[in-house]
């Protein structure tokens, strides 16, 4: 089964305009990790934040913003007055277990282009 | 700091042949994952060593295999080769094993099946 699943493919936008990316997860453990990583053409995959599953707190970070709400299994990124640079494939990703691991379920990622 | 660095950066092989990815993490770093990105799969993890040891293994058949070496940089294998080995194999590296770090990708080993 999917354990992480991000149900848009791709999303354009133009530039300025705001995008949000859904990540719903899947698991029965109650420590986990949650990260979101970033694909530029390239193919090096770059980190963008981690959050555990204890951390509910909302997080900004320049023109990035996250909202994590376990009620609803979710994970969700947004990109605030997004700029051509933003263009790249956005992966959502789980990693479970108390005693910790580095192991990684991927969603399908989130293609995005800016439009200038 | 240098980053992650994957060698070589493309391949082409032929159905039955074996190839060898090599992997060497930032300096530090002693955990190693490795991961297959395909269009149809996307992500998938491969396994994970660290201080010469496998710790995790993805749902991969035999034909794929791994080590880590003393200086933590990390081989992997992929013996009668397939068309579906056909990806990009990304490795990642992090401090340590376990407490879900964060992983530092390389920029991947293109590897072409004919």
């Known amino acids: 089964a999917q354990k992480v699943t991000q149900a848009q493919t791709e999303i354009s936008v133009v530039e300025k305009e705001d995008v949000t990316l859904d990540c719903v997860y899947e698991t029965r453990d109650t420590t986990y990790y949650l990260f979101w990583y970033k694909q530029p053409p390239s193919g090096e995959l770059v980190f963008l934040i981690r959050?555990?599953?204890?951390?509910?707190q909302n997080e900004i970070s320049g023109r990035y913003s996250w909202n994590f709400q376990k009620s609803t299994s979710s994970f969700n990124f947004t990109i605030t007055a997004s700029q051509v640079v933003d263009s790249a494939v956005y992966f959502c990703a789980l990693s479970e277990g108390y005693y910790g691991n580095n192991r990684l379920a991927f969603g399908k990622g989130n293609q995005v282009v800016v439009i200038p | 700091k240098a980053g992650v660095t994957q060698t070589p950066r493309y391949l082409i092989k032929t159905r039955g042949q074996q190839v060898t990815l090599s992997c060497s993490p930032i300096s530090g770093h002693r955990s190693v994952s490795w991961y297959q990105q395909t269009p149809g799969q996307g992500l998938q993890f491969l396994f994970e060593?660290?201080?010469?040891?496998?710790?995790n293994k993805g749902n991969f058949p035999g034909r794929f295999s791994g080590r880590q070496f003393s200086n933590s940089r990390s081989e992997m294998n992929v013996s009668t080769l397939e068309l579906g080995d056909s990806a990009l194999y990304l490795c990642?590296?992090?401090?340590?094993?376990?407490?879900?770090?964060?992983?530092?990708f390389g920029p991947g080993t293109r590897l072409t099946v004919l």
């Open positions: 060593y660290f201080s010469e040891t496998q710790r």
């Open positions: 990642a590296s992090s401090l340590r094993a376990g407490s879900h770090n964060e992983q530092f």
């Open positions: 959050r555990n599953s204890f951390d509910e």
